[in-house]
C-alpha cells in the first residue's frame, strides 16, 4: 500500500502570522480529540507530527478507513513556503488566466518564480503575462502557501469540517491529494 495524505492550503502565498494561526488551528484540533496534543514520529517527514486521535471519526466521511494501525497516520503542520503538490496524481491541466491556454505539457521552469520566493506570481510560458499563482486553474488541485495541513493515511475529510476549517483560516482554501 502507498501513502498518500490530504493537504488542506490556505489560497494564499504569504499567510499572515502563519505561526500563530497554526497554533490556533492545532488548539482547536486537539480540543475536539481529532489529533493528539504530544508530536511523534508519525509523518512522512524529518520533523515529527501530530498523532491521530479518537476525534478524528466525528470529521473523517469514512472512519473505518482512518490510519489508526498505521505508523504513517498523523498532522503534519507546515510553516514554510510549499508547493503542496499531487505526487503521483500528476497534473492533467493548468489554465492560464490570462490566455485560457493548457500549459500542463510546458517546460515547467515557470513554477521556479514563485518556488524559489522571487515572486508570488507565475508568467505563463505562452502569453508572457505574470499573474498571481492562485488565479491559475490546476487540475487536479494543488496549493501554494507557507502554511499548510496535511493530514497522513486519513481517509476523506467531511465537507462540514473543512468549511469550519476554511472558517478558522479566514479565507478561501486548496485541497490538495497526494499520493505517493
Not at 512522512?44 to 501530530?50: E, I, N, Q, V, W
Not at 472512519?63 to 496524481?89: A, C
Not at 486553474?137 to 496549493?143: I, L, M, N, S, V
Amino acid at each position: 500500500m502507498s501513502d498518500h495524505s490530504i493537504s488542506i492550503v490556505p489560497r494564499q502565498s504569504v499567510y499572515p502570522d502563519k505561526e500563530i494561526k497554526a497554533k490556533e488551528i492545532l488548539d482547536w484540533l486537539v480540543s475536539l480529540d481529532i489529533v493528539k496534543p504530544t508530536t511523534s514520529d508519525c509523518i512522512l517527514s524529518s520533523t515529527d507530527g501530530y498523532p491521530i486521535s479518537e476525534g478524528a471519526r466525528t470529521v473523517s466521511s469514512d472512519p473505518d478507513l482512518l490510519p489508526f494501525g498505521l505508523w504513517t497516520s498523523g498532522l503534519e503542520i507546515i510553516t514554510e513556503r510549499q508547493v503542496f503538490h499531487t505526487g503521483q496524481n500528476g497534473m492533467e491541466g493548468l489554465i492560464c488566466p490570462n490566455c485560457k491556454q493548457d500549459i500542463a505539457n510546458e517546460d515547467w521552469d515557470f513554477l521556479s518564480e514563485w518556488g524559489d520566493n522571487k515572486s508570488n506570481h507565475l508568467t505563463c510560458p505562452l502569453c508572457n503575462v505574470a499573474t498571481d499563482i492562485h488565479q491559475f486553474k490546476f487540475t487536479p488541485e494543488w496549493g501554494f502557501s507557507d502554511l499548510g495541513f496535511t493530514f497522513w493515511n486519513w481517509s476523506s475529510l467531511t465537507d462540514s469540517f473543512i468549511s469550519d476549517f476554511k472558517q478558522k483560516l479566514g479565507c478561501d482554501i486548496n485541497l490538495v491529494y497526494t499520493w505517493i
